[in-house]
């Protein structure tokens, strides 16, 4: 087995969690497939795999050379309807206003 550490991109929780592939198996889809399936997201909102820092991972051949313990990341396509993406969004997108430091500048 081929032991990778998978997460969401952009979510307040960024932990890993550990997924296993059968090494006879390694395709893009399938890592796709056990991937979403343990995060519980469907594949369709899966934009693109990146292999951390900056690396995406594209085919069948980019899959066979990951090594045990690398860190993948699953970038999500934007969908207003995504429960991933609003959370990220309402996070970055709101405005941060202290009313009291306004009180004390102006």
Do not use: M, W
Not at 6 to 27: A, G, H, P, S
Request: aromatic fraction near 6%; hydrophobic fraction near 35%.
């Amino acid at each position: 087995e081929l032991v990778l550490k998978v997460r969401v991109q952009n979510l307040r929780d960024n932990d890993f969690i550990e997924i296993e592939l059968d090494r006879q198996e390694l395709t893009y889809q399938d890592l796709l497939r056990v991937s979403c399936c343990e995060l519980g997201i469907n594949p369709e909102q899966v934009e693109k795999i990146r292999k951390l820092p900056n690396t995406l991972v594209r085919k069948d051949k980019d899959v066979a050379r990951l090594q045990d313990f690398q860190e993948l990341e699953l970038v999500l396509v934007r969908n207003d309807s995504s429960p991933f993406q609003n959370a990220a969004a309402a996070l970055t997108e709101r405005p941060c206003y202290n009313s009291r430091a306004s009180k004390l500048t102006y």
